[in-house]
């Protein structure tokens, strides 16, 4: 049993966590609002800023735990994947904290991370148990045997999920991060109003280029018979790309739990924050006797919350890291 400082800076929220004995007993994010008015994540930006929150952040956590820095045993950071500038300043200060310290630092695979998040609260989902893994940059499903072992069924081709979100969501003239808006416009608009082509990919793959080609060339030629057409259907027009979005998710979650002979199913990540994808899998968690795990909200976006934890995992197999290691932005799985 030990005592874990968690640091998440992957790409615009710096958070930190402490973990003791296996339990999160806080979990601080610094949201970088900076980046909503270039329409996305400015790499250079995000370094600067993680460099003016790191050491606030991890300040309070520490205090909010009722301890001191003497009584960590050792620093879990995310080494990847991520933004390569944002990931330097986590890694770096975690490295020369621990250095201090003379205690373990731990590297965390960020999106393993994600999966781990369902282990912070009850109830925890028992093993074997499918995650599908939702974000701006992956679109993954899991079967999670243990803490540590995690077998990828299927993944995206070409762009992530949350990418097609938010890029759908600029196509409509929506500000940045557009995902959770088309969710918002979605709940008061028809899902079946339009209908946008669904790229078809073999096994339990996804692929969500297509998708995004076909409401740019829908969008061009409604906009020429009437120029205010995205206004006058925003809702609708939400409500329809987030269905087909959500139903291309479900088909392969389906397929997956299917193949594999396994009802514990899980999501995880940015996207698992949606309203409109937990209302579709509550429902059809009752339809197909799945027992369903949706983390609570705070844990679905990145935090250090699901760093700490992993590194909770991580250190009762010994597996600690070196000051060698390097950040790594495409961290294999």
Sequence with gaps: MATILGIESSCDETSASVCINGKVINNDIATQAIHEQYGGVVPELASREHQRNIVPIVDHVIENAGISLKNVDAIAYTRGPGLLGALLVGSSFAKSLAQVLGIPIIPVHHMKAHVLAHFIDEPKPTFPFICLT?????TQLLRVNSHLEMIVLGETIDDAVGEAFDKS?????????????????????????FEFAKSEVPNLDYSFSGIKTSILYFLRKEMKQNENFVEDNLNDLAASIQF????????????????????????????????????????EAKKNNWELHVPDFQYCT?????????????FEKEQFGQLTDSPLPRMPF
């Design 244 to 283: 087909t979005l959500i139903e291309m998710l479900v088909k392969k979650l389906k397929m997956a739990s299917a193949q594999e002979g396994i009802n514990q199913i899980a999501i995880a990540g940015g996207v698992s924050a949606n309203f409109g994808l937990r209302k579709r899998l509550t429902e």
């Design 169 to 193: 969501a600029k196509l409509l003239g929506l500000p940045y991060p557009g995902g959770p808006i088309i969710d918002q416009l979605a709940s008061n608009g028809d899902p079946g109003r």
């Design 302 to 314: 990145d935090n250090a919350g699901m760093i700490a934890i992993s590194g909770h995992f991580l």
């Design 134 to 138: 939702i974000s701006g940059g992956h």
